[in-house]
């Protein structure tokens, strides 16, 4: 039978081995905002638009990533609901309508699904691939009746000789900025937010 005292002491030891070489790395990922322009989202007529707290139901909320080789986690400055929420926000706006946080027209609610980079290690290269994605589903603003119920995927890939830190928020960025093109290309919320009658007494700032 093990003493206690040299039980506690190789349960120490594992945890502290464990521990080595763990380290995350954190990433600023961000809506590149200087490339968002006006899409087919920008044809419907200017609506109020109250953008929902976004919910995270990845299964590891904590991390986006793991560095290639078992180099530790991958882990993002902001929480992804809010890199999420300002995405959302940003390509709204540029579109023509108003994010409004009273008397909308439509809400948006939001869930993340998917926020990840993989690092995926070949014969002589690298790949990264980042992946987001994203499932909304727009209600009336006066009723709350559900209106529309989509799922807005962005992928992006990279090749690389060697690893590169530099290039990961990059992927990331990417991926989630084609994710929100692909919504503000839907002709199918266009054509919903295109339905839902604006009060008169609404403005468009």
């Known amino acids: 039978?093990?003493?206690?005292?040299?039980?506690?002491?190789?349960?120490?030891?594992?945890?502290?081995?464990?521990?080595?070489?763990?380290?995350?790395?954190?990433?600023?990922?961000?809506y590149p905002e200087q490339g968002a322009n006006s899409a087919l989202l920008a044809s419907a007529a200017p609506r109020r638009v109250q953008i929902s707290p976004v919910v995270d139901r990845r299964i590891e909320p904590a991390r986006v990533g793991s560095r290639p080789?078992?180099?530790?986690?991958?882990?993002?400055?902001?929480?992804?609901?809010?890199?999420?929420?300002?995405?959302?926000?940003?390509?709204?706006?540029?579109?023509?309508?108003?994010?409004?946080?009273?008397?909308?027209d439509v809400v948006l609610k939001t869930v993340v699904e998917a926020f990840w980079l993989d690092a995926v290690d070949g014969y002589s290269s690298l790949q990264y691939v980042g992946k987001v994605v994203i499932a909304l589903t727009v209600a009336d603003g006066r009723t709350g009746e559900t209106l529309l119920t989509r799922r807005y995927v962005g992928i992006k890939r990279r090749e690389v000789d060697k690893p590169d830190e530099r290039q990961w928020r990059e992927v990331l960025d990417t991926a989630l900025a084609r994710t929100?093109?692909?919504?503000?290309?839907?002709?199918?919320?266009?054509?919903?937010?295109?339905?839902?009658?604006?009060?008169?007494?609404?403005?468009?700032?």
């Open 69 to 104: 080789r078992g180099g530790g986690d991958l882990v993002t400055s902001r929480p992804v609901v809010e890199i999420v929420q300002d995405a959302l926000s940003i390509e709204v706006s540029k579109n023509g309508h108003a994010v409004v946080s009273d008397r909308p």
């Open 180 to 205: 929100v093109h692909d919504l503000a290309t839907d002709p199918d919320l266009v054509a919903t937010l295109a339905r839902v009658p604006t009060a008169v007494r609404h403005s468009i700032t």
């Open 1 to 30: 039978m093990i003493p206690r005292r040299l039980l506690v002491s190789i349960v120490l030891a594992g945890l502290a081995l464990n521990g080595c070489g763990t380290t995350s790395t954190t990433l600023d990922v961000r």
